[in-house]
């Protein structure tokens, strides 16, 4: 399934409760290769248009197939390596190629807490593009047969195969994703096999993000259920409380959208908002909505909030001077609705934009500035 992508992520809910669960499930008593086995054969498609096989990669001396993802903090904290890897061997013989084995219809969207794209095959094009992969990264989503055969447990998981494609190491990359590294594990094998000699450690434990299998569907599905049930308020804030905002005095970065029943375009962006808040609110995040709509109006923009399960912190300006609303929340709005602004804690305005929302550019000012790591894992 390639139809959940980002920025259009509010799909995503719309695709989990239409598509019925296909037959890929976690297979039952999976396990990596053992060493010695051949390489399972595969054809994926690439983010850069082509079609990949074994045969691809016939020419090289080596092959480093590296099992990856979008999402996944700790696969984002190996991409400078990974890229790393490639330059740094691909002169020597070894060929790269990264495949990413996740059903991205069965990633939770709170599971998206460190990202600003997922694991569709769109979004892989997108992470690509943005951290200019020069190694083919390949697509398993869609049966995710590739990912069973070769036993993925986690991304990153790396499995390293001779000239003749029979495994030669199999595990992590190195010891450590954030820390000081103590072990290059891969690279000890890559010299290994390079120089003719036995791979001094053949096997390592992977750590990283479980293999997101088809099988969890269900509970990505029962969590949307869930988090539309969840009341919807709306309070009135006035000029002080608009001059708070501004200032956040907060420990939580705020992405605040302003909008109105009467603008067409801002109902239409609330479900990006609210795929927003289900993805970063475990961190310190806030979202915070501000109606522009007369107060004799409540109930109507109350009705559009809760159609859109806007379960955040809402609010109705009572602000009737709209001059004065714009200079206390952000003197370089020039006044059009929708308007966004994510705010920093200390009041810095790290991204504002007036007119049709860019969620893609939202969410990443917003994982910039909390991390992609759990090195940067802010306090709960």
């Keep these: 399934m390639r139809t959940f992508v980002l920025p259009a992520m509010v799909v995503f809910g719309l695709l989990l409760l239409a598509q019925p669960e296909r037959c890929r499930a976690e297979p039952a008593g999976l396990k990596a290769l053992a060493i010695g086995d051949p390489a399972p054969e595969f054809k994926l498609p690439g983010v850069d248009g082509q079609d990949y096989t074994l045969k691809s990669f016939a020419d090289a001396k080596l092959l480093l197939v590296v099992f990856t993802c979008n999402h996944c903090p700790t696969a984002q904290a190996y991409e400078e390596r990974i890229i790393q890897l490639h330059a740094d061997y691909q002169g ?159 420990d939580k970065l705020l992405v605040i959208n302003v909008w109105a029943t009467w603008c067409g375009p801002c109902v239409a962006e609330l479900p990006e908002f609210v795929t927003m808040h289900r993805m970063y609110r475990k961190r310190n995040f806030q979202l915070i909505t501000i109606s522009m709509d007369e107060p004799e109006d409540k109930a109507a923009a109350l009705k559009t909030l809760r159609e859109n399960h806007v379960a955040t912190t809402n609010y109705l300006s009572t602000i009737t001077n709209r001059d004065k609303l714009a200079d206390l929340l952000d003197p370089e709005w020039q006044g059009p609705v929708p308007y966004t602004l994510v705010v920093a804690p200390g009041g810095k305005v790290l991204y504002r934009k007036s007119g049709p929302l860019e969620p893609l550019a939202v969410r990443r000012s917003i994982v910039d500035h909390l991390g992609r790591t759990y090195a940067s894992k802010t306090p709960e």
């Design 92 to 250: 020597k013989g070894v060929a790269l190629v990264a495949i990413s084995p996740n059903d991205p219809l069965a990633v939770r969207l709170d599971e998206l807490g460190y990202t600003d794209v997922g694991d569709s095959f769109d979004d892989m094009k997108l992470r690509a593009k943005e951290r200019k992969f020069a190694f083919p990264y390949l697509y398993d989503g869609e049966t995710q047969a590739t990912s069973a055969a070769y036993g993925v447990l986690a991304t990153p998981q790396v499995f390293l195969f001779d000239h003749d494609r029979k495994l030669r190491y199999v595990g992590r990359i190195d010891d450590s994703d954030v820390k000081t590294v103590t072990s290059h594990d891969a690279r000890n094998a890559l010299d290994a096999l390079l120089a003719g000699k036995p791979v001094p450690v053949e096997k390592t434990r992977t750590f990283g993000c479980s293999t997101k299998w088809s099988d969890k569907r269900e509970d990505a599905r029962k969590s949307l259920e869930k988090w539309d049930q969840e009341p919807v308020e709306l309070a009135a804030i006035d000029e002080a409380g608009v001059a708070r905002l501004a200032k956040n005095e907060t």
